[in-house]
């Protein structure tokens, strides 16, 4: 299958500082990706569809001043969370959408970064 | 919202087949229903997807109900490797809403 890597893989920060987290998609160019949050024992939950070229979409209630989602090129798309606080503790996972044509329209996941804030 | 419900937990012997159902009562025409699973602290694996045929590729079948508004996955020779939260979803437009999904333990 395709392949959507991130990084880091875990990070940890100070509360009111700000984290960047990447998602590449690595052997495919995706106009299209995804980021999702999951608290522990949770499912995933969609926070935002990040468009290359064109600002992101956020589900309701997400924060777009909160989460920062920049897609600016086919290979790579970026999610900081500014400000961050100990609720904003999580699993952050991106995909990346499959172009029609690829193989089989469907999305591709990263592994996943860990965020803690202190 | 997610528009799937799926059991909570399921336990399977190894090397026996795992059937994983999944209700899907409100899909629409054009809706597909996917399948991925999650081992623990790692992003979701896709595993199939289908419109409205049984489909089958190297990790799994799905058995889509004739009126869709059901699936099952099956894993053919459940593994302990197979053990993992797995989730069916139902696409709106090219968003994953994802459910609850269903804890899949393998027992040797």
């Known amino acids: 299958g395709a392949v959507v890597s991130q990084h880091p893989s875990r990070v940890i920060c100070k509360s009111g500082t700000s984290v960047k987290i990447e998602c590449r998609s690595l052997d495919f160019q995706a106009t299209t990706m995804f980021w999702y949050r999951q608290f522990p024992k949770q499912s995933l939950m969609l926070m935002a569809t990040?468009?290359?070229?064109?600002?992101?979409?956020?589900e309701q209630g997400v924060e777009k001043d909160k989460f920062l989602i920049n897609h600016a090129s086919l290979t790579l798309s970026t999610l900081t969370v500014t400000s961050a606080h100990p609720e904003d503790s999580s699993f952050y996972i991106c995909?990346?959408?499959?172009?029609?044509?690829?193989?089989?329209?469907?999305?591709?996941f990263g592994p996943g970064t860990r965020l803690t804030v202190l | 919202d997610a528009k799937t419900t799926q059991p909570t937990s399921m336990d399977c012997a190894e090397g026996r087949a795992a059937n994983l159902p999944c209700n899907h009562s409100t899909i629409s025409g054009n809706e597909y229903v996917y399948w991925y699973r999650q081992i623990h602290s790692q992003g979701p694996q896709y595993i199939i997807h289908?419109?409205?045929n049984n489909e089958t590729n190297e990790m799994a079948s799905l058995i889509i109900t004739e009126d869709r508004k059901s699936s099952t996955l099956i894993l053919p020779h459940a593994t302990l490797r197979d053990t993992a939260v797995y989730y069916c979803i139902v696409t709106v437009g090219n968003q994953f809403y994802f459910g609850t999904g269903t804890s899949l333990t393998v027992i040797p």
């Open positions: 990040s468009n290359e070229g064109s600002k992101a979409t956020y």
């Open positions: 995909s990346a959408e499959i172009p029609t044509g690829f193989r089989t329209d469907t999305q591709y």
């Open positions: 289908g419109l409205k």
